[in-house]
C-alpha cells in the first residue's frame, strides 16, 4: 500500500490529513506542489484545485484519489492498511 500527499505551504487540511495518518502510524510521502511544476500540472490534469491531494494504492492494487480534507476516505485507507499488517 502507498500514500502520497500533495501539499502547499501553509494548507490547514494538508496539516490535519497528515495528523490523522501519523496519529494511526501510516507512512506517507509528500509532495510539496509550491516547488515542484510538474507534480502541480499533474494535479491540475487531474482536475483538482485544492489542496491536498491524496493519491492511494489499496492491497488489491486499485488506486484511488482525492482532494481536500476527508476523515472518511482516510479512515477507509488506514483500516485497510491495518487489516493488511494483520494478514
Not at 505551504?9 to 506542489?33: E, H, W
Not at 488489491?60 to 499488517?85: C, E, F, V
Amino acid at each position: 500500500m502507498a500514500i502520497t500527499i500533495y501539499e502547499t505551504p501553509g494548507c490547514s487540511g494538508c496539516r490535519l490529513t497528515k495528523a490523522i495518518l501519523d496519529r494511526a502510524g501510516i507512512n506517507y510521502r509528500t509532495v510539496d506542489l509550491s516547488e515542484s511544476l510538474d507534480d502541480y500540472r499533474a494535479v491540475k490534469a487531474m482536475g483538482y484545485t485544492q489542496a491536498p491531494v491524496v493519491c492511494v494504492t489499496y492491497p488489491d492494487g486499485r488506486n484511488d484519489h482525492w482532494s481536500g480534507l476527508r476523515p472518511d476516505l482516510l479512515d477507509k485507507y488506514i483500516t485497510s492498511a491495518k487489516a493488511q499488517a494483520a494478514a
